[in-house]
Nanobody, 124 residues
């Protein structure tokens, strides 16, 4: 199995930036594509971003395109989400996840392993 631990969340003002990290352990990290999801209070968990096994392909929720950047460092077994120009509507618990779908996926059901989440709060 794979263990994932997110970090880097916090409280920022609108327009600010945060960098989330997801450290993994267990099975070989490079076997998995990785994704980020988020869940706001009273809302369903939604896809935010994904990156393929090699890092050559990335995908984003339309509302975060141009503001968020996903990346991975397979040597460090870590995936990142750089979040710039944050908006109050970005407030949520952010989760990283791992999938055997090598290209990455936007579907929750494709992800086998999930982290515990990290809180991101953006004030207006």
């Amino acid at each position: 199995q794979v263990q994932l631990v997110e970090s880097g969340g916090g409280l920022v003002q609108a327009g600010g930036s945060l960098r989330l990290s997801c450290a993994t352990s267990g099975r070989t990290f490079s076997w998995y594509a990785m994704g980020w999801f988020r869940q706001a209070p009273g809302k369903e968990r939604e896809f935010v971003s994904a990156i393929s096994r090699s890092g050559g392909n990335t995908y984003y929720l339309d509302s975060v395109k141009g503001r968020f950047t996903i990346s991975r460092d397979n040597a460090k077994n870590t995936v990142y989400l750089q979040m710039n120009s944050l908006k109050p509507e970005d407030t949520a618990v952010y989760y990283c996840a791992a999938t055997w779908v090598g290209t990455g996926s936007q579907s929750r059901s494709d992800y086998e392993y999930w982290g515990q989440g990290t809180q991101v709060t953006v004030s207006s």
